[in-house]
């Protein structure tokens, strides 16, 4: 569970943006509690000042060991919620997806992320029977298996591209059996022609359909999902290029688009529904919850999976914290290490007759500075490396991650920078209780 918890159990009347703001006052204010008695009564920064000046090389490398520890939680916890974003988002469109019985993990990876999968098809029949539902104000067939150039090919139809991008970007929608609209990120531009490939990735066989070329006529918005690297052309063109019937009868073989002839359709791997009520979407689920289809909501399919990633994330945030308190202790080793530096001076100042409580707030001091410098470099080490991830993952998965610090983080940040702050404490307390008589002859 997460040790915040309880904390926010005791706020949650509270408005969610009044929660995060007390729930960082709160996990912060121990240090300035810590900081005010310390400090009560003294003004030590000059000496701090010049401390840190005369050992800047030393101070410095602390700096940065406290800042990757800090970025390194930061960085991970950001770009996991940014991932959970991304996949979420580039589900959306799907609000309901009927296939034949099977895992709804590998449907969801294979139609809603075009990630190549052997899975049986629906009947026309089938088809039919979904297309011609009451509420029913789309049903496209998602057709996949062939290739150009590592861009998958999707077989569909017009309203598919329509309600994916509902305005192209350039071009116009397919008007022909050999057309293509394709996404955002395909290196192809319009009036190009290509020939397809058979199969995805490793899978391809060279050659099997080079006597069929597509012409791309447009291409779609940015949807932030695998689908801005996907050819999409119709449906009809893809049964075509396999040797069987397109959908239609011999009299109508011209035809793009529903109505579709259960008698001349070869088959689908999927269908992505949408009703024009979203209650109604739930009804339909529940219709074609069969011996025969699968139905289901992808949403939902994603969310058991962020709830998997859920319990990752709470590992990786107690991991982190443990990263940094060790990282800490050994900076503050260091540290107790380091005071023997200027132990003479500190030894000359109690000699001239300064308080121990002003030495003592000297040595905390310096090490509190140098832990909330450290912990500020951490949030900038943590937010530069959440947006490098992003674009690597981004690159090799082509779902839009926008990894951002948040409210999660500067907590994560603020319980450090407390629980540091008074482990910081012991080395002033040593430096404290040094003899001053073997300092100054030291």
């Known amino acids: 569970m997460n040790p915040l918890t309880p904390l926010y159990r005791s706020i949650e009347w509270m408005p969610v943006a009044a929660q995060d703001v007390v729930v960082f006052i709160?996990?912060?204010?121990?240090?300035?509690?810590?900081?005010?008695?310390?400090l009560f009564g003294?003004?030590?920064?000059?000496?701090?000042?010049?401390?840190?000046?005369?050992?800047?090389?030393?101070?410095?490398?602390?700096?940065?060991?406290?800042?990757?520890?800090v970025g390194i939680g930061v960085g991970l916890?950001?770009?996991?919620?940014?991932?959970?974003?991304?996949?979420?988002?580039?589900?959306?469109?799907?609000?309901?997806?009927?296939?034949?019985?099977?895992?709804?993990?590998?449907m969801l990876f294979a139609a809603v992320y075009l990630q190549p999968s052997d899975v049986p098809l629906l009947s026309g029949d089938i088809y039919d029977e979904i297309a011609t539902t009451p509420d029913v104000s789309l049903a496209a067939p998602i057709a996949f298996g062939d290739s150009y150039d590592s861009f998958p090919i999707v077989g569909s139809t017009a309203q598919f591209v329509t309600h994916m991008s509902e305005t192209l970007?350039?071009?116009?929608?397919?008007?022909?059996h050999a057309d293509a609209v394709i996404g955002a990120r395909v290196d192809l531009a319009i009036g190009d022609i290509f020939v397809p490939q058979h199969g995805v990735g490793d899978?391809?066989?060279?050659?099997?359909?080079?006597?069929?070329?597509?012409?791309?006529?447009?291409?779609?918005?940015?949807?932030?999902?695998?689908w801005d690297r996907a050819i999409i052309v119709p449906v009809e063109a893809v049964w075509e290029i396999h040797g069987l019937a397109n959908g239609h009868a011999p009299e109508n073989a011209d035809q793009l688009g529903p109505p579709f002839d259960p008698d001349y359709f070869p088959g689908t791997p999927a269908v992505l529904v949408s009703a024009e009520q979203l209650y109604a979407n739930y009804a339909l689920r529940a219709r074609f919850q069969t011996a025969e289809t699968m139905a289901f909501f992808p949403g939902a399919v994603l969310a058991g999976l962020h709830s998997l990633m859920g319990d990752v994330r709470q590992?990786?945030?107690?991991?982190?914290?443990?990263?940094?308190?060790?990282?800490?202790?050994?900076?503050?080793?260091?540290?107790?290490?380091?005071?023997?530096?200027?132990?003479r001076r500190l030894a000359?100042?109690?000699?001239?007759?300064?308080?121990?409580?002003?030495?003592?707030?000297?040595?905390?001091?310096?090490?509190?500075?140098?832990?909330?410098?450290?912990?500020?470099?951490g949030i900038a080490v943590g937010y530069l490396a959440a947006n490098v991830i992003s674009r690597i993952v981004t690159q090799q998965t082509d779902i839009l991650v926008n990894a951002t610090l948040s409210w999660p983080e500067f907590h994560l940040v603020a319980a450090f920078v407390s629980l540091t702050v008074i482990l910081a404490l012991v080395p002033a307390f040593i430096a404290l209780s040094r003899p001053v008589v073997t300092d100054l002859r030291s």
């Open 169 to 176: 970007a350039e071009g116009e929608m397919f008007a022909a």
């Open 77 to 106: 916890i950001a770009q996991e919620r940014g991932l959970r974003q991304g996949t979420a988002r580039a589900a959306d469109p799907f609000d309901l997806v009927i296939s034949a019985p099977g895992s709804e993990i590998t």
């Open 203 to 226: 899978a391809v066989e060279e050659g099997a359909h080079d006597h069929f070329e597509y012409r791309v006529v447009g291409r779609m918005q940015p949807t932030g999902s695998p």
């Open 42 to 69: 003294y003004r030590p920064f000059s000496l701090v000042r010049a401390m840190l000046w005369r050992f800047r090389w030393t101070n410095a490398l602390f700096i940065a060991l406290i800042a990757i520890s």
């Open 26 to 38: 709160v996990l912060l204010l121990p240090a300035l509690i810590v900081g005010g008695l310390v």
């Open 348 to 377: 000359l100042l109690r000699a001239l007759g300064a308080p121990a409580r002003f030495v003592f707030s000297v040595v905390w001091s310096y090490a509190a500075t140098l832990i909330f410098v450290g912990a500020i470099g």
């Open 315 to 343: 590992v990786m945030s107690v991991m982190a914290i443990v990263t940094q308190i060790l990282v800490t202790a050994g900076v503050l080793a260091g540290l107790v290490i380091l005071t023997r530096l200027f132990a």
